[in-house]
């Protein structure tokens, strides 16, 4: 079956950790997605990325770092910079330039204690 | 203001009815519309898109859009307690510009 799978399912982390979150696709899609869902907001936009070893910030990407080095692969770390970590971390991933078909994974719940 | 504006519910429908789920939106550079239905603890799933005004039919599901009025409308008939989730609007200026997300709005379908 072709889909995403993004692990661990959750991920609780002390106050100061880096963590990072796994999200594979094998779907063949060229373009990956890193959002960030909170309560009473829609997804926003941490980091995309069109092609391997490429990537632009999205609208919160302080705190953030991503890597690209496998088409099939963008593993997001959220750093201890990251003032409020603490939601529910999406993954997404399209076709090269159709944003508006994005495919989501399963989602990581990041809790920091 | 917000980008894309959803009523965040909840809503509450007798199994059966049409439901009548609504978006606003700012940006008049949007020509493509999504909705998304998410269940509970799970990742958006891409229910329907649109480009520019107009219907979409897809079985029980109606996207409307209304550009004059920046308006976006998701109908449901004859709702399921399977339709129970949040459902998402988005909007994009291109196919290759970034999605904008509203927040959702949670549906509750009673039997």
């Known amino acids: 079956d072709g889909g995403i799978t993004q692990s661990p399912k959750y991920l609780f982390r002390k106050e100061g950790q880096n963590v990072t979150l796994s999200c594979e696709q094998n779907l063949n899609h060229d373009a990956m997605y890193w959002y960030r869902q909170d309560p009473g907001q829609g997804l926003r936009l941490i980091y995309y990325?069109?092609?391997?070893?490429?990537?632009q910030k999205g609208d919160i990407a302080e705190g953030y770092s991503v890597s690209r080095e496998k088409k099939e692969s963008f593993p997001l770390t959220v750093t201890s910079a990251q003032k409020n970590p603490t939601a529910f971390y999406l993954c997404?991933?399209?076709?090269?330039?159709?944003?508006?078909?994005?495919?989501f994974g399963p989602g990581t719940r990041l809790t920091v204690l | 203001q917000k980008e894309v504006e959803q009523d965040p519910g909840p809503l509450s429908v007798p199994e059966g009815a049409i439901v009548s789920l609504n978006c606003t939106y700012s940006?008049?550079?949007?020509?493509?519309f999504m909705w998304y239905r998410q269940y509970s603890r799970k990742g958006p799933e891409l229910l329907m898109y649109t480009y520019s005004s107009g219907n979409k039919e897809d079985g029980r599901f109606t996207a409307q859009v209304d550009k004059s009025s920046k308006y976006i409308s998701l109908f449901i008939r004859d709702s399921q307690p399977s339709d129970s989730a949040t459902y998402l609007c988005a909007g994009g200026e291109t196919s290759y510009d970034k999605v904008i997300f509203g927040p959702g709005t949670s549906l509750s379908v009673i039997p």
């Open positions: 940006n008049s550079a949007f020509q493509y």
């Open positions: 990325s069109q092609i391997v070893n490429d990537f």
């Open positions: 997404a991933s399209s076709i090269m330039y159709r944003h508006n078909e994005q495919f």
